[in-house]
């Protein structure tokens, strides 16, 4: 079974740090672009940040400078180091991948969450 794993969230106090890591696994080809969302109460779900299989990052605004996003090619996984946290970045961060499971057949998949809550 073809699955999205993410762990790292918690609790932290504003300015702290905090790393998500999200694991792809079962039979899997090709890992293709991997991508992390975030879901705040009452807003809509966003793009924080994406990073391509070969390694080119973008970044939404108001992440830029603060998150870095970040893969290892060979444990199919993406990270997401957070630095300098404000309690704005408090929601629910999702795991994102392109998963390509056979030969040209390319498939997304959404990890279950982890939740980041910023305390002022």
């Known amino acids: 079974q073809v699955q999205l794993v993410e762990s790292g969230g918690g609790l932290v106090q504003a300015g702290g740090s905090l790393r998500l890591s999200c694991a792809a696994s079962g039979t899997i080809l090709s890992v293709k672009a991997m991508r992390w969302y975030r879901q705040a109460p009452g807003k809509e779900r966003e793009l924080v940040a994406e990073?391509?299989?070969?390694?080119?990052?973008n970044y939404v605004d108001s992440v830029k400078g603060r998150f870095t996003i970040s893969r290892d090619n060979t444990k199919n996984t993406v990270y997401l180091q957070m630095n300098s946290l404000k309690p704005e970045d408090t929601a629910v961060y999702y795991c994102n991948a392109n998963l390509e499971l056979k030969f040209g057949a390319v498939h997304r998949y959404w990890g279950q969450g982890t939740q980041v809550t910023v305390s002022s």
């Open positions: 990073i391509t299989s070969g390694g080119l990052t």
